[in-house]
């Protein structure tokens, strides 16, 4: 990438706007189809290149069986048009990729191409989206927005589709437990790791294992061990330094295995606690206690290696006793098999008798998190159930979007030189919106979502108070007046090209996260259930279905019967 100077100007005199590069340096013009290369030379060769298009972006199904979408990966593709050029070696590659027909005089346009004369308008980032209605409205000349297609799908598919299985995990999580994101090892390749960690935290988790997405978007960072760790120990006479320093650092033990050992004992000894378990296993003993030497504050066991309640339980709270002389405080536990609901509440009752008997302040607190190939229906499932997990690792399913592979954002032309085009379909929910338009949300006086509606560009607004007809694109009995308490703009423009018009910023993730879970909470709950969801109403204006359907019956041929 060319630097750039302090006007926003690269070397090569184009205008960037001082926007850093894509996240992936793989993020090129030439991360696009083949066909879009053809095109536009096809463009070229018609002369049609540089006729002004207008293409909406948008998805036609809500994805995982719900009612809503969070949409997400705007960021990056103004980071992609702010930085578009195409390298010479990149000229070369598509000179060999295409046919030896293909003229000269194409190339060299291709050398000329950037996105100075593109504009883009969108939704905000960390929005709550619908159907239908434009995620993303992209203007330009035909040729240079056509080879913005692909990657621009390729963007926002995938980090919506995460951002929204982020959401739905929370919601039924519920807004008070701890999630965290764990799925890096089982994402698709380093990308897929780095944008699940990304718009996962987007989407509502409070932070990630992936050490690179943490230093790339300063998503706060969360680990403990593994299972290696415990069973790498074989016993307490492994540790050979001992000694642990007090919290304040006014005093300090000389032997904090002794002191561990001790709290064993007592604990065995206890009125309260007596009989739930025996002998522990020494080696985990030995694993925590060592642990716990390295990270006096941030002591957080796995505790299931061998058994929870017999030896990784007992284990813990030893630990976690010895280290309370000093002055520190245990994390908690992470329990990772086994019955999670039952384990948790029997974890729970441990914890709550240790803080009875021994007159420790908040130890019946002490955190407990959950992981295990958890989910949707595995969280749902637990709430019913009655647990006592304080926070969730989820992984698998949330990285890989196991519920559901795709979200399907699609890429349609809608008008081209001030003329609205429609793309037809014996399928009614493919059937385009055509001409530019503009959308609003309209919120009723509870205070909730009511409809998004689309209208034409030149079309005045909805207004508060005034009652607009809603009209869905394509049933004709589905219609209903609405009176607005409050009216949303939402496309706003992101990328103005050389219209003059005033760029939005982009806000940093945690602002884009603190949108989101706004967004989220103002959604009637009938909406978010995970169940039979209501679905939202998307329309359109009185005077654009009339449209739609004049141009339908205008582009649709006329069969005749013989």
């Not at 066909?35 to 998805?59: I, N, S």
């Amino acid at each position: 990438m060319a630097a750039a100077n302090v006007n926003g100007q690269t070397k090569e005199g184009k205008r960037n706007c001082g926007i850093d590069g894509p996240t992936n340096p793989m993020v090129t013009p030439l991360l696009t189809d083949l066909y879009q290369f053809t095109m536009a030379y096809a463009y070229w060769k018609a002369g049609k290149h540089d006729e002004r298009a207008v293409f909406d972006l948008y998805f036609r199904k809500n994805p995982f069986g719900g009612e809503y979408t969070v949409f997400a990966g705007l960021e990056e593709c103004i980071k992609l048009i702010a930085n578009f050029r195409i390298a010479e070696d990149e000229i070369a590659f598509i000179r060999a990729s295409l046919p030896p027909s293909c003229e000269d005089g194409f190339y060299d346009y291709l050398r000329g191409v950037d996105c100075s004369n593109v504009e883009i308008h969108s939704i905000s980032e960390g929005h709550v989206v619908f159907p239908k209605v434009p995620l993303m409205r992209v203007e330009g000349p035909i040729a240079v927005v056509q080879l913005l297609e692909t990657p621009l799908l390729n963007l926002i598919n995938y980090a919506s589709l995460v951002a929204t299985n982020a959401a739905r995990h929370r919601f039924v999580a519920g807004k008070s437990k701890l999630l965290l994101e764990f799925g890096l090892r089982r994402a698709q390749g380093p990308d897929g790791g780095i944008g699940a960690s990304k718009y996962s935290y987007m989407g509502g988790f409070d932070a990630t294992s992936n050490v690179a997405a943490g230093k790339l978007f300063g998503i706060p960072l969360r680990g403990t061990h593994s299972h290696a760790f415990v069973s790498s120990f074989m016993s307490p006479d492994e540790i050979t330094d001992k000694l642990l320093q007090s919290f304040d650092g006014s005093d300090s033990c000389e032997d904090f295995v002794s002191l561990v050992q001790t709290w064993l004992r007592k604990l065995k000894r206890s009125h309260v606690l007596g009989g739930i378990f025996g002998e522990t296993n020494q080696s985990e003993l030995a694993a925590f206690t060592s642990y716990a030497l390295a990270f006096p504050s941030n002591f957080l066991a796995l505790v299931d290696t061998y058994d929870v309640m017999r030896s990784g339980i007992p284990n813990f709270c030893a630990v976690a006793l010895a280290l309370k002389d000093l002055g520190y405080k245990a994390v908690g536990i992470r329990l990772d098999s086994g019955d999670l609901a039952y384990l948790s509440c029997e974890a729970r009752k441990f914890f709550q008798a240790i803080e009875k008997e021994f007159g420790v302040p908040d130890f019946g607190k002490t955190s407990i998190t959950a992981s295990n190939d958890l989910n949707e229906e595995t969280l749902d499932a637990l709430n019913k159930q009655g647990h006592e997990v304080d926070g969730f690792g989820i992984g698998t399913h949330l990285v890989t979007c196991y519920a559901q592979p795709a979200l399907g954002v699609v890429f349609k032309l809608v008008e081209i030189n001030n003329q609205p085009r429609i793309k037809l379909s014996e399928d009614v929910s493919k059937v385009s919106i055509p001409c530019k338009k503009r959308c609003y949300r309209l919120y009723g006086k509870e205070g909730y979502p009511l409809v998004d509606i689309m209208v034409g560009e030149n079309e005045p607004p909805p207004k508060v108070g005034e009652r607009i007809l809603c009209r869905h694109p394509f049933n004709e009995s589905k219609r209903a007046f609405v009176v607005p308490q409050h009216v949303e703009e939402l496309l706003k423009c992101f990328w103005p090209g050389r219209s003059g018009k005033a760029r939005e910023e982009l806000p940093p993730i945690k602002l884009i996260r603190e949108r989101c879970i706004k967004q989220l909470d103002q959604m009637r709950t009938d909406h978010m259930r995970r169940l039979n969801p209501t679905p939202y109403k998307v329309s359109v204006s009185a005077k654009l279905y009339d449209f739609i359907h004049f141009l339908w019956l205008n582009e649709a041929p006329v069969g005749e019967l013989q």
